[in-house]
């Protein structure tokens, strides 16, 4: 890992492509403290609505994340590993061939700010040919006032493998303002799936700065669920993922609403270089009044790839900004690209249809984007997409 | 039941209907006749209360209210149901469950479905890349589901095939209360007690061996013409058009 560090402090001051530059001076590092609180002091039901289960019950493991410390690790089944990085990069020499391989080091003062901290964040892998049972599920839980959290997780899907896991983010009620910077690099080996699922529940003051990228292997799959409901102050992501052997898929998919003050630049950018790969990047956004900047750039390098993007929003309240910026890149014949983009408000014709049924104006529009944010995701399996409705049954009522 | 008093509309500006004087009397079912682009359609929209069409003139009242200016959905509550000629798509909604939001009597949509023959199109969304025939199906479901007292229908049949045909009549007789259920009841006990009342738009006709209407009307250019034996009306419209059969039965 010899010229990470070099290669990380050149690139501490370079702003990121996209989004508004982080003044990273005017948050908290920490290093990790021996005396976590622990899991059983977590806020439960902050952990509930982001997915997560305190008890690990239904999860085929855990990882508990607190401010800079792990609070809690554990594994029931075999095949399925699950540890802080930390440890991971002292069990296994191999790991260092992994490390920053998805994603550059230089690419951004984030990236290189992350890597130049203690090592957090975690490792998951599931052996060859074996699949989890129940999700796993990480927490990383912002607490201290004015934190800055900085996390290295790799995930490893070995040949024909196939797992799920949960990530909630989210934060202590009595935080407001921190800010998260989470590099995550995912491999997906020969025909082996990941399906990862993100509810996240920031905070008016947090700002989120997630950098990801996802390698895929002939006939592996990667499902991408991004689901932020809640106020945030500013989140700036663009993963990127790419399809490098044959009839690899990635799947992106977000749920995005924007209250008054919030402000989400998110997106995927996928190549598809492997010959007949295919992805497809969905996007629901809702501006309640703040801000949201839907990416989608997909990247046509090999024969008969196919790949579509779809960013449809609505603007609820009289004002709000929903910016979508679909791209395609063909960059040969014998590909087949799509897009499709629609911002607006709900149309008149649906509520009135609703309300010919007997539904009030509210009922109708309730009713109505309920099931516009009901995406349908080829490939979920059924206990994520319950979790993602469950955590939109609850924001309901700050929705509409 | 239901009384257009002088009623004049509007759609986008332009009037389209011009002094429509309607009776509907409760137990009742009429038939509106008439060639296309003539207002058929705006009228029930107009009787329902969609935005887009405005009463200019006149009045209109329902089990005995003024609903003139009532908001749409009130007039559901009190009883009013349409199934529409070209219904929205609506995305992620699932067509059972918005027959479950129409039902007021908490009834199975799977039960509702299978009268119809429609169980396998209750996952999908609603109107979601349904042919014409099943898009009947799919309004005939939800009508069910409210049972209403005043149904109005835009085309129940058109675009439903020979073998589904019989099915959607007797579920239309069914929902005008015209089925006859009760072999021991002499008919003319039942059309006495015979609440549900209807207006249905076609241009076949084919409606009309299933449901025994009772009044036909012919709109034409946004004037309702007459009112008279529906199956009289229908033949003279089959033999001489809509313009002679307006002008020989007034
Ligand atoms: N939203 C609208 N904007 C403008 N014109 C309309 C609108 N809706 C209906 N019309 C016009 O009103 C007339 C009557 O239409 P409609 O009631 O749908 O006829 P029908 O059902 O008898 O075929 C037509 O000329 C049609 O073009
Ligand atoms: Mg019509």
């Known amino acids: 890992m010899h010229g990470l560090k070099e290669k990380a402090e050149k690139a501490l001051n370079k702003k990121a492509a996209v989004g508004r530059d982080i003044d990273l001076n005017i948050y908290r590092t920490g290093t990790p403290e021996s005396n976590a609180t622990g899991l059983a002091e977590l806020c439960e039901t902050d952990l509930l609505s982001a997915g997560i289960v305190p008890s690990g019950e239904g999860r085929s493991g855990s990882y508990i994340q607190e401010d800079h410390s792990v609070t809690h690790c554990n594994m029931t089944q075999k095949g399925v590993e699950i540890s802080s990085i930390e440890e991971a990069l002292k069990k296994y020499d191999w790991l260092k061939d992994y490390w920053w391989k998805a994603l550059a080091v230089d690419t951004d003062k984030y990236t290189a700010f992350t890597e130049l901290q203690p090592r957090r964040g975690y490792f998951m892998r599931v052996a060859a040919g074996q699949k989890t049972v129940y999700p796993l599920q990480a927490c990383l839980y912002m607490e201290e006032e004015g934190v800055l959290q900085s996390v290295h997780n790799v995930v490893i899907a070995e040949e024909g493998s196939e797992m799920n896991i949960i990530t909630g983010c989210t934060t202590a009620s009595s935080l407001h303002s921190g800010l998260h910077l989470g590099v995550s690099e995912f491999f997906v080996k020969k025909g082996a799936k990941i399906t990862f699922t993100m509810i996240h529940n920031w905070k008016e003051d947090v700002v989120v700065r997630p950098r990801t990228g996802v390698v895929v292997e002939e006939g592996g799959v990667f499902i991408s669920n991004y689901v932020s409901l809640k106020p945030v102050k500013d989140l700036q992501s663009f993963p990127t993922a790419y399809l490098n052997g044959d009839n690899a898929v990635a799947r992106f998919s977000s749920i995005l609403v924007a209250p008054e003050g919030s402000w989400l630049d998110t997106g995927a950018r996928v190549y598809l270089n492997g010959r007949g790969s295919r992805s497809e990047i969905i996007s629901r956004t809702i501006s309640n009044g703040g801000t949201i900047i839907a990416r989608g750039h997909l990247i046509g390098n090999a024969e008969e790839i196919k790949a579509h993007l779809e960013c449809n929003g609505l603007i609820l309240t009289e004002r709000g900004i929903i910016h979508a910026i679909p791209e395609l890149e063909g960059r040969l014949r014998g590909v087949d690209m799509s897009h499709e983009a629609a911002v607006g408000k709900i149309a008149q014709e649906e509520i009135e249809y609703l309300m010919s049924r007997g539904l009030s104006e509210e009922e109708a529009t309730a009713t109505i984007v309920r099931g516009f944010l009901n995406v349908e995701i080829e490939g979920l399996p059924p206990e994520l997409k319950q979790e993602i409705d469950r955590a939109i049954e609850e924001s309901e009522k700050d929705i509409f | ?250």
């Open chain 2, 1 to 250: 039941m239901l009384i257009l008093d002088g009623v004049t509309v509007e759609v986008a500006g332009k009037e389209i209907l011009h002094d429509i004087n309607l009776e509907v009397k409760p137990g009742e079912t009429h038939v509106l006749f008439g060639p296309n682009g003539t207002g058929k359609t705006t009228l029930l929209m107009t009787i329902m209360g969609f935005a887009g069409y405005t009463v200019t003139k006149g009045r209109m009242s329902y089990k005995g209210e003024d609903i003139t200016t009532m908001p749409l959905h009130e007039r559901a509550k009190m009883g009013m149901g349409m199934s529409f000629q070209r219904p929205p798509t609506i995305r992620g909604l699932k067509t059972r469950n918005l027959v479950a939001l129409c039902s007021k009597m908490g009834k199975d949509p799977e039960e509702l479905a299978r009268r119809l023959s429609f169980e396998k199109f209750l996952d999908r969304d609603v109107n979601d890349n349904l042919s014409g025939g099943e898009i009947k199906k799919s309004e005939l479901l939800q009508l069910m589901a409210q049972d209403p007292d005043m149904v109005l229908l835009d085309e129940p049949e058109s675009g439903v095939d020979l073998e589904n045909i019989a099915l959607v009549g007797e579920v239309i007789a069914e929902l005008l209360d015209k089925a006859i259920k009760h072999f021991n009841e002499p008919m003319i006990e039942h059309k006495k007690k015979r609440k549900k009342s209807g207006i249905i738009i076609t241009h076949t006709g084919f409606i009309m061996r299933y449901v025994n209407a009772d009044v036909g009307h012919v709109i034409l250019n946004g004037r309702l013409s007459c009112a008279n034996n529906p199956e009289e009306i229908f033949s003279c419209v089959g033999k001489f058009g809509y313009e002679e059969c307006v002008r020989c039965m007034v």
